[in-house]
């Protein structure tokens, strides 16, 4: 399954934008979702997941009470609304689901610069 992610670009610091990742044809329905992001020579790191069932969430503590996530089952897709962004949000953004492994999409860079 391919997952295709949208809506990075450069925004001013305190801005926002949201974030998609469509999957055509696949339901997310019964797996953990969530968001990652890797900055210039920085190892990647998890911004967001929300499990299945449930769906309980859970934010780093970088992006809590800025960041959420979302899902359009009907649609197949993902979203990640950001925020009040800061420059050190800077980074590409991955979508992901996971089953016994991590399915990872392409990437969107988000630029946060005034």
């Known amino acids: 399954v391919q997952l295709v992610e949208s809506g990075g670009g450069l925004v001013q610091p305190g801005g926002s934008l949201k974030l998609s990742c469509a999957a055509p044809?696949?339901?997310?329905?019964?797996?953990?979702i969530g968001w990652s992001r890797q900055a210039p020579g920085m190892e990647r790191e998890g911004v967001v997941c929300?499990?299945?069932?449930?769906?309980?969430?859970y934010y780093s503590d970088s992006v809590q009470g800025r960041f959420t996530i979302s899902r359009d089952n009907a649609k197949n897709t993902i979203y990640l609304q950001m925020n009040s962004l800061k420059p050190e949000d800077t980074a590409v953004y991955y979508c992901?689901?996971?089953?016994?492994?991590?399915?990872w999409g392409q990437g969107t860079q988000v630029t946060v610069s005034s």
């Open positions: 992901y689901y996971s089953t016994i492994y991590t399915h």
């Open positions: 044809g696949f339901s997310f329905d019964d797996y953990a």
């Open positions: 929300c499990s299945s069932g449930s769906g309980d969430t």
